[in-house]
C-alpha cells in the first residue's frame, strides 16, 4: 500500500504539472479548444460491460461527498442510462443535449448533497458527432470543473471516441476489471489500445466483485505484469471492491450502496479508495481535490 500511495502521489504531481503546461502553452489537436481542467478527472473504463463501473462512479462520488466535497459524475455511456437509474432522477438535459448546443450549466442534475450529475439519458443516439459538438462539451466540462473537487466519467465499455479524447485532455483512467477470465482478457485489451494510442495515461486498476484480498490481489498482479512485461505500461493497482450482495440489493432499491447499506464490506472499499485518491491530492498544497470542497 506504501509503494502504490508513493506512485499514487507521483502521478498527481504529474497531473498538476501537464495542467501548468497547459495553462502556459496550450496543446494542438482535439483538446486545444477545451480550456483548462480545474479539478483531477478520472475515466471509468472497462474492456467489457457489467464490470461494476457504474456503481464504482457513484459510490466513489458519495464516499467524496461525505467528507463535504463537491463531485461531479459525467454519465458518458450514452443511451444506457445507468447513472442516473442508480441515482434513482430523472434529468431534462443529457450529455447529449449539450453536444447538440444545451448550456451545460441547465443539464446539471443535483442528485444527493455535494454530488451533480450529467446524465447519459436513455436511448439517446451519440454517433457521428462533429468537431463542433466535441468543442462544445470538452469546453463545458472544462468551464464547470472549477466547482468541483473530483470529476468522474463513467465512460462506455470498450474503446471510443470520447474515452479518447477525455484521456488525450488530462483524465486519469481507472481501469474496472472483475475475476473473470473474460473481463480479465478485455482489460488487457483495453490497456493494449492505450499504449498503442499512445495517450501517455498511466492508467489505474480496480478489481471488482472478488471474493477475498487474495483474489483481487491475483487478478491484478495479472494484468500489472502483463502491462508492464509486453507493453512496457506501469499499471498502479488501485484497490478492490468486496462481492457483496449488498450491491445487488441497491441496484434493486435505486439507492446507492453506501445509502442504502453504509456498513456493508463493499461500502468501507469505496471509502478506503476515496481516501487513498484525497490523501494524494492534500500531498500538494491540497489544491488537488480541495477546491472544489463544499462549503
Same mark, same amino acid.
Given at each position: 500500500? /506504501?509503494?502504490? &500511495?508513493?506512485?499514487?502521489?507521483?502521478?498527481?504531481?504529474?497531473? $498538476?504539472?501537464?495542467?501548468?503546461?497547459?495553462?502556459?502553452?496550450?496543446?494542438?489537436?482535439?483538446? /486545444?479548444?477545451?480550456?483548462?481542467?480545474?479539478?483531477?478527472?478520472?475515466?471509468?473504463?472497462?474492456?467489457?460491460? @457489467?464490470?461494476?463501473?457504474?456503481? !464504482?462512479?457513484?459510490?466513489?462520488?458519495?464516499?467524496?461527498?461525505?467528507?463535504?466535497?463537491?463531485?461531479?459524475?459525467?454519465?458518458?455511456?450514452?443511451?444506457?442510462?445507468?447513472?442516473?437509474?442508480?441515482?434513482?432522477?430523472?434529468?431534462?438535459?443529457?450529455?447529449?443535449?449539450?453536444? /447538440?448546443?444545451?448550456?451545460?450549466?441547465?443539464?446539471? !442534475?443535483?442528485?444527493?448533497?455535494?454530488?451533480? !450529475?450529467? /446524465?447519459?439519458?436513455?436511448?439517446?443516439?451519440?454517433?457521428?458527432? @462533429?468537431?463542433?459538438?466535441?468543442?462544445? =462539451?470538452?469546453? *463545458?466540462? *472544462?468551464?464547470?470543473?472549477?466547482?468541483?473537487?473530483?470529476?468522474?466519467?463513467?465512460?462506455?465499455?470498450?474503446?471510443?471516441?470520447?474515452?479518447?479524447?477525455?484521456?488525450?485532455?488530462?483524465?486519469?483512467?481507472?481501469?474496472?476489471?472483475?475475476?473473470?477470465?473474460?473481463? $480479465?482478457?478485455?482489460? +488487457? *485489451?483495453?490497456?493494449?489500445?492505450?499504449?498503442?494510442? %499512445?495517450?501517455?495515461?498511466?492508467?489505474?486498476?480496480?478489481?471488482?466483485? &472478488?471474493?477475498?484480498?487474495?483474489?483481487?490481489?491475483?487478478?491484478?498482479?495479472? =494484468?500489472?505484469?502483463?502491462?508492464?512485461?509486453?507493453?512496457?505500461?506501469?499499471?498502479?493497482?488501485?484497490?478492490? $471492491?468486496?462481492?457483496?450482495?449488498?450491491?445487488?440489493?441497491?441496484?434493486?432499491?435505486?439507492?446507492?450502496?453506501?445509502? =442504502?447499506?453504509?456498513?456493508?464490506? *463493499?461500502?468501507? %472499499? +469505496?471509502?478506503?479508495?476515496?481516501?487513498?485518491?484525497?490523501?494524494?491530492?492534500?500531498?500538494? @498544497?491540497?489544491? &488537488?481535490?480541495?477546491?472544489?470542497?463544499?462549503?
Amino acid at each position: 500500500m /506504501a509503494d502504490q &500511495a508513493s506512485r499514487l502521489r507521483e502521478q498527481m504531481s504529474q497531473w $498538476i504539472q501537464a495542467q501548468q503546461l497547459h495553462r502556459d502553452a496550450p496543446p494542438e489537436g482535439d483538446e /486545444a479548444y477545451a480550456g483548462v481542467l480545474s479539478a483531477p478527472v478520472f475515466a471509468v473504463m472497462s474492456g467489457k460491460g @457489467g464490470v461494476g463501473k457504474s456503481n !464504482l462512479c457513484v459510490n466513489l462520488a458519495l464516499a467524496f461527498a461525505e467528507d463535504e466535497m463537491r463531485v461531479l459524475v459525467i454519465d458518458a455511456d450514452t443511451g444506457f442510462a445507468d447513472v442516473e437509474i442508480l441515482f434513482d432522477s430523472t434529468p431534462l438535459l443529457t450529455l447529449c443535449d449539450v453536444v /447538440a448546443g444545451a448550456s451545460m450549466e441547465e443539464a446539471l !442534475l443535483a442528485t444527493r448533497p455535494h454530488v451533480d !450529475l450529467l /446524465a447519459g439519458g436513455s436511448g439517446r443516439c451519440f454517433d457521428g458527432i @462533429g468537431e463542433d459538438g466535441w468543442a462544445r =462539451l470538452l469546453r *463545458a466540462i *472544462a468551464r464547470v470543473s472549477a466547482r468541483y473537487a473530483w470529476v468522474l466519467v463513467d465512460c462506455a465499455p470498450g474503446v471510443h471516441a470520447l474515452a479518447e479524447r477525455m484521456l488525450k485532455f488530462g483524465a486519469t483512467p481507472i481501469c474496472v476489471v472483475t475475476p473473470e477470465p473474460t473481463a $480479465i482478457t478485455d482489460g +488487457y *485489451a483495453l490497456l493494449k489500445w492505450m499504449h498503442v494510442k %499512445n495517450l501517455g495515461a498511466e492508467p489505474w486498476l480496480v478489481v471488482n466483485r &472478488a471474493k477475498s484480498k487474495a483474489e483481487a490481489d491475483d487478478t491484478a498482479s495479472r =494484468l500489472v505484469d502483463a502491462a508492464e512485461r509486453f507493453l512496457k505500461m506501469r499499471v498502479v493497482y488501485a484497490g478492490w $471492491i468486496r462481492d457483496d450482495p449488498a450491491v445487488v440489493k441497491s441496484v434493486m432499491a435505486r439507492r446507492p450502496l453506501l445509502q =442504502l447499506s453504509p456498513g456493508s464490506p *463493499a461500502a468501507s %472499499n +469505496y471509502r478506503q479508495l476515496a481516501r487513498w485518491i484525497r490523501a494524494c491530492g492534500q500531498t500538494f @498544497g491540497g489544491d &488537488a481535490g480541495a477546491k472544489g470542497a463544499a462549503r
